[in-house]
């Protein structure tokens, strides 16, 4: 189930009609309000985001994350990082043991909001260091 936070109402329903497009059309539940609201005074964690050229740079250096493609079938269909791992953020949260430890990249495209990338993140373990690739 995806639950849509926002600062506002606009926020919410401007995420869930990018939802729709990745085929999320029915969230468990919404919310309005900061980040600092639904912490509950707990740790705030962040992510990096990152170019493809930036994405590259780390390959020639010689380190090499996991790129996580979350983006829908077709469109890894018509292009996608060779070597990636290909999980629709629909079903990452349920495939989460198949996303190795350590740096992932995650490419999420122009139709992906970075709200759903960073919501993504900060769900998954300290073990996982994700950046988004735009």
Request: overall charge negative; charged content about 25%.
């Amino acid at each position: 189930p995806v639950t849509l936070l926002g600062e506002t109402a606009e926020d919410v329903a401007e995420a869930q009609r990018e939802l729709v497009r990745v085929g999320i059309d029915r969230p468990a539940a919404m919310a309005t309000g900061t980040v600092e609201d639904w912490s509950g005074g707990g740790p705030l964690r962040a992510y990096r985001t990152a170019t493809f050229a930036d994405l590259a740079a780390e390959f020639t250096a010689g380190r090499s994350p996991v790129v996580l493609d979350v983006r829908r079938n077709q469109e890894r269909a018509e292009r996608h990082v060779a070597g990636s791992l290909h999980i629709p953020i629909h079903e990452v949260l349920e495939r989460l043991d198949e996303v190795p430890t350590g740096p992932v990249a995650i490419a999420a495209g122009r139709s992906m909001p970075t709200r759903t990338s960073s919501r993504w993140a900060s769900a998954t373990s300290s073990a996982v260091s994700p950046s988004r690739v735009t």
